[in-house]
């Protein structure tokens, strides 16, 4: 089955404490993409990859970074958490960056 | 700059009556795609249409239908015969396809659809 999986789908963490949440797709997509969704500001991209080892800012990168090693894989990082980095947090994939974006399940994170 | 505007915050409708989610876009470029996706109280966003900027043909999948007006600025979504199971929280969404290069989704800010039995 064709998708984009994400993982963990629930985390609550503390402030500063390192985390990693891991996004993979089996569609062979080039394009991979991580947001954010907030209430009231709807959903905000962080990161973008093109292709392999070609990553890019968003529109709220701040306190994140990525890695795109392999085609199917784009995890995103938080160093340093902190409360303001609580969200919804959703990655999708697309055959290249002006397709239709499929989106992962989404991971719910809590930094106390 | 690239807006997508939803007006209606929250719609509450009776089980089998139509209704309508409203979607309006700003961008400057000519060529672009406007999508809607849907987020079930369950959390994930599901891919419902995509829809590019030179075809105004309406769309009917079901009992979903979209009108798409340039006129306007508009890509509005109706419903037919609402059900239970159509309650959910609706995106309408814009991409710009001019540049070559990244082109995120801008996503309205939602309509939270209620559909009571």
């Known amino acids: 089955e064709a998708q984009v999986t994400q993982n963990p789908r629930y985390l609550i963490t503390v402030t500063g404490k390192k985390l990693t949440v891991t996004c993979s797709q089996n569609?062979?997509?080039?394009?991979m993409s991580w947001y954010r969704q907030d209430p009231g500001l709807g959903l905000r991209q962080i990161y973008y990859?093109?292709?392999?080892?070609?990553?890019d800012k968003g529109d709220v990168p701040e306190g994140y970074k990525v890695s795109r090693k392999e085609k199917r894989n784009f995890p995103l990082i938080l160093e340093s958490p902190s409360p303001n980095q609580t969200s919804l947090y959703f990655c999708a994939s697309s055959v290249y960056s002006k397709e239709t974006q499929y989106f992962g399940p989404g991971t719910r994170l809590l930094v106390l | 700059a690239q807006k997508v505007t939803q007006a209606q915050t929250e719609i509450s409708v009776v089980e089998k009556e139509d209704v309508t989610l409203d979607c309006v876009y700003e961008t400057r470029d000519t060529t672009y795609y406007l999508f809607w996706y849907k987020q079930p109280p369950s959390g994930e966003l599901v891919f419902l249409i995509r829809r590019n900027s030179f075809d105004e043909q309406n769309e009917i999948s079901g009992r979903y239908s979209w009108n798409f007006q340039k006129s306007t600025s508009s890509f509005n979504f109706t419903i037919t015969a609402s059900q239970v199971v159509d309650s959910a929280v609706y995106f309408c969404a814009l991409s710009e396809a001019e540049n070559s290069g990244n082109t995120p989704l801008v996503f309205g800010k939602g309509t939270r659809l209620s559909v009571i039995a």
């Open positions: 569609m062979n997509h080039e394009y």
């Open positions: 990859s093109m292709n392999v080892e070609v990553t």
